[in-house]
Structures are given as C-alpha cells and as structure tokens.
C-alpha cells in the first residue's frame, strides 16, 4: 500500500511543475490580452454622491452633460491616444460642465474630474461585455463619492450613442476584430478566454 501512495505522490511532483508552468503561461497571456484591449479604450466612471434617490438622479444628469460634452470634444479622435491627449487638456472644462448641472439643480456640491487607471470588474453592457482588469477612464466624483456608481465606455464612444452595428463602429476607431470577437461573445471559445481573464485579474488583486 504504501509503495502505491509513494508511486501515485512522486506522479504528482512530476505533473505540478508542468501544471505551474501552464498556469503560469496561461496567466501571461490572459494580462497581455487585457492590456491590449485596454490600450484601446477610455471608460467613464461617474461615482454619486450618496445613495439618496435626489444624488443618484444628479449623477446621472451631470453624466448626460460630461458625455455631451465628451461627444463633441472626442469627434475627430482617431486613436484612444488621441482621446486620452484631448480629455486630458479638457479636464477642467468637463468639470465646469458638470458643476454647472449641479448649480442649475440648486445642489451644493463638489465635482471632480481626472484621468487615471481604474481596476474595473467584469461588466455585461448588455450588447458587449467587458472582462476585469485595470483600464484608464475619465472619473467623475460628485460630493462625498460614496453613492452607486455608472460606468460605460467613451472611446471607443459605445456609450456616446446608441450603435446600431458595435463591430463596425468599434473597429472604426481602433479595435481588432479579436476584440470585438471577445466584447461581443463570438467564437466558440468565448466562455473560456472570457473566464481566464476573469480568474487572472482575482488572482492579481
């Protein structure tokens, strides 16, 4: 009997090292795929003030005039470089948009407004999803910061406009046809590349 365990444990040691291995280039592949994906696009994150039914319903009112704005600012960006460059120069001018929402609503309260990576989760749009992983977005905070918050993509602008055909028009502005294959849950390996995106960012984090 014991001559079985000690033949069945000396597999194992002999297995795991090929196992690390794999997980290990697994996991490399999972963190280039998302880099990549997410060198290619700009999110937006709008973070209430509060819970409160009145600071949820002004989050999204400063978030429709950030995006209006954010529409006309990004028209003739080609590249998220582009975007990034422009939103960066436009910073205070998104914030006076948004603060001036919060005057005309007679609220008293702070917005802020900067560019940085953010870790997101993984999020259904609905028409796309997005896998977990660290992405540069423009963040606006309102007041406290500590309400519910909204998130979407600026560039490319999927959530500037409804879009009619998301492959075409995400294409159009800079993403792969392998992107938009794991945005959109194409391909019969979908699930899989989907989850190990997943699994690597928990694990990172």
């Keep these: 009997m014991g001559g079985v365990v000690m033949s069945f444990a000396r597999k194992w040691w002999g297995i795991l090292p090929v196992l690390l291995c794999a997980l290990l280039a697994v996991g490399c592949w999972a963190q280039f795929r998302q880099n990549q994906l997410a060198s290619r696009m700009v999110r937006l994150h709008v973070v209430a003030n509060s819970d409160s039914d009145e600071d949820q319903t002004l989050k999204l009112q400063v978030r429709d005039a950030v995006l209006e704005r954010c529409r006309e600012l990004l028209a003739g960006s080609d590249t998220a470089g582009d975007a990034r460059e422009t939103?960066?120069?436009?910073?205070?001018?998104?914030?006076?948009?948004?603060?001036?929402?919060?005057?005309?609503?007679?609220?008293?309260?702070?917005?802020?407004?900067?560019?940085?990576?953010?870790?997101?989760?993984?999020?259904?749009?609905?028409?796309?999803?997005?896998?977990?992983?660290?992405?540069?977005?423009?963040?606006?905070?309102?007041?406290?910061?500590?309400?519910?918050?909204?998130?979407?993509?600026?560039?490319?602008?999927?959530?500037?406009?409804?879009?009619?055909?998301?492959?075409?028009?995400?294409?159009?502005e800079g993403l792969t046809e392998e992107d938009v294959a794991l945005l959109t849950k194409d391909g019969v390996d979908y699930v899989l590349r989907f989850r190990i995106l997943e699994l690597w960012d928990s694990i990172c984090n």
């Design 87 to 172: 939103l960066e120069a436009a910073l205070p001018d998104l914030a006076a948009a948004g603060l001036a929402v919060v005057e005309e609503q007679g609220y008293d309260c702070s917005v802020a407004v900067s560019l940085e990576y953010t870790n997101f989760p993984t999020i259904d749009y609905g028409d796309f999803s997005l896998p977990a992983g660290d992405y540069q977005a423009l963040w606006v905070e309102l007041g406290a910061g500590e309400g519910h918050n909204w998130w979407c993509v600026l560039f490319p602008g999927l959530c500037l406009e409804p879009v009619s055909d998301l492959a075409q028009s995400a294409m159009a």
